[in-house]
């Protein structure tokens, strides 16, 4: 066996699975509305902001956990954002079990 032709079959299953496929149609209808997509980046990097913190085990304030539901609220109002969020957490879920899987291996996961 082969660890980098199975690492290449890895690419093209991930490829095929269908968190893949439908998280990289929604990219598309995403990428095709710039406002969704401008509004979409601004709470994705509120929330990246909050969870870097969290995992650096600083305090979380009131106003930023505040200001990231509320435009959770507001973005997920929108029923394309709304299913592109779900698919982008579909597969974020799928790829995290992945990188666990591989993280065994070497004592990390």
Same mark, same amino acid.
């Given at each position: 066996?082969?660890?980098?032709?199975?690492?290449?079959?890895?690419?093209?299953? @991930?490829?095929?699975?269908?968190?893949?496929?439908?998280?990289?149609?929604? *990219?598309?209808?995403?990428?095709?509305?710039?406002?969704?997509?401008?509004?979409? *980046?601004?709470?994705?990097?509120?929330?990246?902001?909050?969870?870097?913190?969290?995992?650096?085990?600083?305090?979380?304030?009131?106003?930023? *956990?505040?200001?990231?539901?509320?435009?959770?609220?507001? $973005?997920?109002?929108?029923?394309?954002?709304?299913?592109?969020?779900?698919?982008?957490?579909?597969?974020?879920?799928?790829?995290?079990?992945?990188?666990? @899987?591989?993280?065994?291996? $070497?004592? @990390?996961?």
């Amino acid at each position: 066996m082969n660890v980098y032709d199975e690492a290449h079959n890895l690419e093209l299953a @991930i490829k095929e699975s269908e968190e893949y496929k439908q998280f990289d149609v929604m *990219k598309v209808k995403v990428s095709d509305k710039p406002e969704l997509e401008k509004m979409l *980046k601004n709470f994705q990097q509120k929330q990246m902001a909050m969870q870097a913190k969290q995992i650096m085990g600083e305090t979380v304030g009131d106003d930023m *956990k505040k200001t990231v539901q509320e435009l959770y609220t507001i $973005v997920a109002q929108d029923p394309l954002a709304a299913e592109y969020l779900q698919c982008e957490m579909r597969f974020a879920m799928m790829m995290q079990d992945v990188y666990k @899987i591989l993280g065994d291996v $070497v004592s @990390i996961g």
